[in-house]
Each structure stands twice: as structure tokens, then as C-alpha cells.
């Protein structure tokens, strides 16, 4: 499984580049704006900036959404970088727009993903990764992780290429039941990403290692 960061913060990129377990970067423009960052001229740079820093796969979304928008703005976004994906919306024009991009070889992420029935049109369009929303999902009181079973069960059927992104995720254990799940990639902010790091017991265990060794040289 992929480990992707979900956030446009620099420093929070390196951090995670830093386990040395990084694979992509993706972005929304809510993360965009969170870092204050506006303007065609400065989200491209910011866009480029992320490109650098991280060798994997980096989702840049369209703020288009009608088709030929989309297009236009697909093409100018893939030639900030070659490791560029672009993040199309799951609407009509969308569906249309992945089509568009899968035949002229460009990356695409299907985002805003909240259904099965969804996750096949954008598999039959063909969508690079497909983003389903599980924390969004959770907040309403549905299932997100049942939701990625249900679709890594149909892509496997079908033998449906597209990755299974999973998406929105708000805490560590959500990354555990992904994996589980049979989702490609997890993209996660750095916080619930760390938190696999944790437990009480690797502390302690630690500790009394540390401990014993000292006072073995003490002696
Ligand atoms: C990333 O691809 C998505 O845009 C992001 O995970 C959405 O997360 P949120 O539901 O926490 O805003």
C-alpha cells in the first residue's frame, strides 16, 4: 500500500519525506487556501515547490467544471511537473474529463468519491486513482471503510485498474482498516500517518532496554 500526505503544508511534507516512507502528496483547494496560498501564479508555484520535494505522485485539483475547463486547466496542471496527477471532481463533465485525460496519457485522481456506483464510472473512464471520502462518510454516520471493501471487491471482479485511494482520513485507525480494506494508497495528514509510530509498550520496553544497558556499564 501507498503512503501519501494530504495537505499542502512544506513542513509537514518534509516531516513525512523524512520517515523515508513517502510515495505522493495530495492537495484540495481548501488545503490550498489553509496555507494561504492564492492566485494561479502562486498555487502553480507552490504546486511546483511540492513537486520537488516529493519524487512520487502529486494531486493538483481542477477548479473548472465544465469539460473544456477542465481540459484546459488538466494540461496546463501536468506541465508544472511530470509526477503531477490531476484531481477531477465526480461529476458528468468529470467522467468525461477522465476519459479525456486516460487517452492523452495524462494522471488522473477521481475525487469526491462517495459510492460504489461512482467508483465504477470512474474506473470505466479511466481514472488513475479513485478517492473515496471514508471520513466524510463517517461523519454522516455511514461506513467508510465499508465502502472501500465493497469497491476493492468490485475492482477485483472487474480487474479494474484504477487505484483505490482511500481518503479523508481522520485518524490512525483509519489507515489500519484501509489497509485492511484492500484500498492502493491511503492518503492521511501527518498527525494519524505518525500515529502508527505509537505505543505504551514500545516506550517502555525502550526504556527498561536503555536502563538495563546503563546500569550494566555502571557496574
Ligand atoms: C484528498 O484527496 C481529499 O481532498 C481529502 O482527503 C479530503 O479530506 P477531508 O474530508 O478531511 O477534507
Redesign the pocket.
Known sequence: MKF?I?TANLEDIREAKSLGILDGV???P??MAKEGITGQDNIYKHYKTICELVPGDV?A?VISTDFEGMIREGKALSEIAPNIVV?VPMIKEGVKALKWFSENDIKT?C??VFSAGQAILAAKAGATYL?P?I??ID?IAWDGIALIEEIAEIYAIQGYETEI?A????HTLHIVDAARAGADVI???LKPLMGLLNHPLTDVGLSKFLADHKAAEAK
Not at 167 to 170: G, V, Y
Request: charge should be neutral; aromatic fraction near 8%; glycine fraction near 4%.
Open positions: 501519501f494530504d495530495t492537495t484540495n481548501s488545503l494531486s485539483e484531481k485522481n475525487t469526491l478517492s471520502f471520513g466524510r461523519d485511494l481518503a479523508s482520513i481522520r492518503t492521511s495528514p
